[in-house]
């Protein structure tokens, strides 16, 4: 009705619905435990990486990161140094996460920076946003109120596209930020924020 064409695929394989945000974790972790792993960047002095971790050409992981798979990584990604990418996470291309972030169960698109010492768990941070230092997404079980409906979920925080976040935001458990959202430093995100929120 949009004028998009749609296109079906038989698959043998694991079939997973996405119908909330929350559901993009459980089908990434399905898909991250039937890729192979790979090195197609550097891993700098000191970094350790185990298990099926795929790291993207041109990526580099710097020194002191600890990388536990199933991952994926990008390609041109900047790791590090001294971060934390724990099991079930998937990195987009072009992604830059700085030192001492660790990152958990969480799904991060494209073209994404993501500042010092944050924590992010169970979280969707889509293409484009720009996070300044110290933001924490702490995973926790959450009543998500979306359409009328009330589903309970164990969740983090859940980043439409183009969103800015300034230094020491901090988003409750089930947080949905709308796309190209601006939140200023030091706010504290509950519940749903629509489209081109601005929080000062």
């Not at 536990?68 to 790791?79: H, K, M, S, T």
């Not at 001492?100 to 010092?116: A, L, M, Q, Y």
Request: aromatic share 4%; proline share 4%.
């Amino acid at each position: 009705a949009q004028g998009y064409t749609i296109t079906a695929q038989e698959t043998n394989g694991t079939c997973l619905d996405v119908v909330y945000p929350w559901d993009i974790l459980s089908l990434n972790d399905a898909i991250l435990h039937r890729m192979p792993a790979s090195l197609g960047g550097s891993v700098e002095s000191g970094a350790s990486i185990k298990g099926l971790v795929s790291v993207g050409e041109d990526t580099v992981i710097r020194s002191n990161s600890y990388i536990v798979g199933p991952v994926v990584i990008g390609r041109n990604c900047d790791i590090g140094p001294n971060v934390s990418i724990l099991p079930a996470t998937s990195i987009g291309d072009n992604v830059v996460i700085s030192s001492f972030t660790e990152i958990k169960n969480s799904v991060v698109g494209d073209d994404v920076s993501i500042g010092p010492s944050s924590i992010i768990q169970d979280s969707v941070i889509d293409e484009g946003c720009a996070i300044m230092g110290h933001f924490t997404a702490c995973s926790d079980q959450a009543e998500v109120r979306i359409n009328g409906e009330y589903h309970l979920v164990t969740v983090g925080a859940m980043l439409g596209v183009g969103c800015k976040l300034g230094s020491r935001v901090i988003a409750q458990p089930g947080a949905i930020i709308g796309n190209y959202s601006q939140i200023q430093a030091m706010k504290m995100i509950n519940g749903k924020l629509p489209d081109r929120s601005s929080m000062f």
